[in-house]
């Protein structure tokens, strides 16, 4: 099972997501000279306590738990810094967010956004892209930024909807 296919295994192990996370997200700041401050820290551990893209505002409770200010502008900077350092993505069809498996170098999101269950898997889509990108190109089009939102049924929800 490679890292980017774990998202729709029902038996994964969360936990381990998360250490990975702060682990790489403590480990790029530092080489960037980035804060990575405990509510900016808290959020990303929040991102990927599941697979399934969070919205700013299902965010604000666990910060007010904690002891954050929940305004939503706190967690607004802190999604805009994750997202900045490629931590996170925005996934724009859902306005939400999800953890990015691969931080440590910069590229374009490509998303299967299970309709069933809500989780959400990144895959590698270079080739992709690229074509994308080339096809632009010709046209005269410049792009700015790119990602693709592929929706469908996951391995669970198919097998669940031939029950």
Known sequence: ????????????????????????????????????????ELVLKLI???????GAYELLPALAEAG???????VYRALE???SQGLV???ASLNAFIGCPSPDHSHDGCFL????????NEIEAASAMRDLQRQAEALGFKTQHQTIEIAGLCPNCRESAAE
């Open 1 to 40: 099972m490679s890292a980017n296919s774990i998202a729709f295994h029902s038996d994964h192990d969360h936990q381990h997501c998360i250490e990975q996370a702060l682990s790489s997200a403590r480990q790029i700041c530092s080489e960037r000279k980035q804060r990575l401050t405990p509510i900016r």
């Open 48 to 54: 990927w306590q599941s697979h399934k893209p969070l």
């Open 68 to 74: 954050f200010n929940s305004a939503p502008p706190t």
């Open 81 to 83: 810094f994750l997202q």
């Open 89 to 91: 993505h925005r996934i």
């Open 113 to 120: 956004i299970c309709t069933g269950c809500g989780t959400a």
